[in-house]
């Protein structure tokens, strides 16, 4: 998701040589939490899993090298955010630079010199934490506080994928206020925008579930990604969102449907195919948000396509 690195100290080791990973254990075991792999194979499989925010890299390798399993790991949407240090019998400026052209930050030459790699650890460690910050700032909506467009851009990417690889469903639930444009001219744009923020904050209470994100889509339009999700299921979450919009009891007198701000929802399912793509998935929950007005509003629509 969005937030990478669940644990921001967390680095995975990946050695073929057990010595070296309780060497490189022992020197850094004070200043973060360690994983490690013997193998590129299950490197690439713990950093998907685990997502560290940093990866001791070792080059010679039996199997995949360490130059492939970085260039694998830069290649993957899951992965490609994680710092990677290559870790070398080979010095010079040839290793250096096929390390930093595979995607690497950094370069480690053994044997180790402890404070040169505790220095070099920290030092990206520190940077990959900012880099995390600064990409948290970027990824959030100024007025509401959800994630913004770019972002679920991202994430639906990475869900996609994800559940093509697993063969799950994935939902979007789209997410309109009715008739926000007469609510804007009645009652004016600074009470239009703490509406929409009490819009965001309900549906972001309702989506509670580990995985689901939602974010602010348009001007007054949301939406949410449901992971392992089939139709049914999403019908009844946007059944509950468009419920607990209408206990926010927010009163809209110049609205054709109701008295209150009601919302409209669309949805759509999919388990990923290999030619399926996310703007289909976005044009199926469109076009059920599209029905939902058609059918009179303040209410939810799945999509019937498959
Ligand atoms: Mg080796």
Request: some cysteine; aromatic content about 4%; charged content about 25%.
């Amino acid at each position: 998701m969005p937030e990478l690195h669940a644990d921001p100290s967390l680095i995975l080791i990946v050695d073929d040589s057990v010595d070296t990973i309780r060497l490189l254990s022992g020197m850094l075991k004070d200043q973060c939490q360690i994983l490690f792999a013997t193998s590129g194979e299950k490197g690439i499989g713990l950093a998907r899993l685990h997502q560290p925010a940093l990866i001791l890299l070792d080059v010679e390798m039996t199997g995949l090298n360490g130059y492939e399993v970085c260039a694998a790991l830069k290649a993957d949407p899951t992965t490609k955010d994680c710092a990677v240090i290559i870790v070398t019998a080979h010095t010079g400026m040839d290793s250096e630079i096929r390390a930093l052209e595979a995607g690497a930050v950094d370069f480690i030459t053994k044997p180790f010199n402890p404070p040169v790699v505790r220095a070099r650890v920290q030092t990206h460690l520190r940077l990959q934490q900012h880099t995390a910050m600064m990409r948290q700032l970027a990824n959030r909506d100024g007025l509401t506080g959800l994630y913004n467009r770019r972002c679920f851009d991202e994430a639906l990417t990475q869900e996609f994928e994800r559940h093509r690889r697993q063969s799950l469903p994935l939902a979007l639930a789209l997410i309109d206020i009715d008739h926000f444009k007469a609510y804007n001219d009645h009652y004016g744009h600074p009470q239009g925008d703490v509406c929409l923020q009490r819009v965001a904050t309900a549906i972001e209470t309702a989506a509670r579930r580990p995985g689901e994100l939602v974010a602010r889509y348009g001007g007054e339009e949301f939406v949410t990604i449901l992971p392992h999700c089939d139709a049914h299921d999403a019908k009844k979450f946007a059944e509950r969102l468009c419920e607990v919009v209408r206990s926010l009891q927010l009163a809209h007198r110049t609205s054709e449907t109701a008295e209150l701000v009601t919302i409209s929802v669309g949805v759509a399912s999919l388990v990923p195919s290999v030619e399926s793509t996310t703007l289909q998935l976005i044009a199926l929950a469109d076009q059920a948000l599209y029905q939902a007005k058609a059918a009179g509003r303040n209410r939810a629509t799945v999509s019937t396509r498959p």
